[in-house]
C-alpha cells in the first residue's frame, strides 16, 4: 500500500528547531516534486517549502531563511528542518509527494498527503 509517512513534530519554545521527516513507500517506482504544506486552526492550507527531483526548492516568504527543504531520493523521504521557531509556525505539517508507483501490474501516477504532524512552538 503506498503511503506518505511523516515523524519529527511536537512541541518546542520559540527559537528553537524542529526536524520533519516523510518517507514514501509501497511499490515506489519514483517521486517528482515533493513539499510540506502546513495548516494552522481556521485557516487555509498553504505551502510552506517544496523541492524538484533535481534539488530545486522554493519556500513561502514568512519561512524563507529559517526553513530547509531536503530529501533523499534513495530513501523516499523528504525533511524539513525548522530553526528559529516562532508561535505563528504552530500548525499541522503535511507533507505532500507526486508519487509514480507500481500495482496491481500497472504503473501508476498520483498525488499523495501524509497524515499530518502537529508542530507547537510556544513558551
Known amino acids: 500500500q503506498v503511503q506518505l509517512v511523516e515523524s519529527g513534530g511536537g512541541l518546542v519554545q520559540p527559537g528553537g528547531s524542529l526536524r520533519l521527516s516523510c518517507a514514501a513507500s509501497g511499490g515506489i517506482v519514483s517521486i517528482n516534486d515533493m513539499g510540506w504544506y502546513r495548516q494552522a486552526p481556521g485557516k487555509q492550507r498553504e505551502l510552506v517549502a517544496s523541492i524538484t527531483t533535481d534539488g530545486s526548492t522554493n519556500y513561502a516568504e514568512p519561512v524563507k531563511g529559517r526553513f530547509t527543504v531536503s530529501r533523499d531520493n534513495a530513501k523516499n523521504t523528504v525533511y524539513l528542518q525548522m530553526n528559529s521557531l516562532k508561535p505563528e509556525d504552530t500548525a499541522v505539517y503535511f507533507c505532500?509527494?507526486?508519487?509514480?508507483?507500481?500495482?496491481?501490474?500497472?504503473?501508476?501516477?498520483?498525488?499523495?498527503w501524509g497524515q499530518g504532524t502537529q508542530v507547537t512552538v510556544s513558551s
Open positions: 505532500n509527494a507526486d508519487l509514480r508507483f507500481y500495482y496491481g501490474g500497472v504503473y501508476r501516477r498520483r498525488n499523495d
